[in-house]
C-alpha cells in the first residue's frame, strides 16, 4: 500500500506562481523500479480528471498541451517526492489537483492522493 500526501495547494492571481509537492509512503523511482511513474492530474468542477504532467523512473515527462511552457515536473532525490511547478497561472487551471502514482508495468497497482485545490482568480 502507498499512500499519497499532497501539499502546496491555494488561492493565486492570474500570472501568479504555486508549487505542489506530493510525497509518497515509500520510494517508487528506486533504480531497480523502471516502470513506476508518478503524475499530477486534475479535475476541474463538471469535468472529467485529466492528466497534466507525468515524470517515470528513468526521468522522462511528459505534459498536457494545456501546460506545456508553464509547468514543470520533476522529483528530488528523496526517491518519492515529486513537485509541480506552476507559473503564468490562467483561471481554466483552477481545479482540484491530485498526485497519481502507477507501480508495476504489465501488472500495476494505481494509487491516489487526496487532492489539494488550486484556484486562479481573475
Known amino acids: 500500500q502507498v499512500q499519497l500526501v499532497e501539499s502546496g495547494g491555494g488561492l493565486v492571481q492570474v500570472g501568479g506562481s504555486l508549487n505542489l509537492s506530493c510525497a509518497a509512503s515509500?520510494?517508487?523511482?528506486?533504480?531497480?523500479?523502471?516502470?513506476?511513474?508518478m503524475a499530477w492530474y486534475r479535475q476541474a468542477p463538471g469535468e472529467r480528471r485529466e492528466l497534466a504532467a507525468e515524470?517515470?523512473?528513468?526521468?522522462?515527462?511528459s505534459y498536457a498541451d494545456s501546460v506545456k511552457g508553464r509547468f514543470t515536473i520533476a522529483r528530488d532525490s528523496t526517491l518519492n517526492t515529486i513537485h509541480l511547478q506552476m507559473n503564468s497561472l490562467k483561471p481554466e487551471d483552477t481545479a482540484a489537483y491530485y498526485c497519481?502514482?502507477?507501480?508495476?508495468?504489465?501488472?500495476?497497482?494505481?494509487?491516489w492522493g487526496q487532492g489539494t485545490q488550486v484556484t486562479v482568480s481573475s
Open positions: 515509500r520510494d517508487i523511482f528506486r533504480s531497480s523500479a523502471v516502470s513506476n511513474r
Open positions: 497519481y502514482a502507477r507501480l508495476g508495468r504489465d501488472v500495476y497497482t494505481e494509487y
Open positions: 515524470i517515470t523512473s528513468d526521468g522522462t515527462t
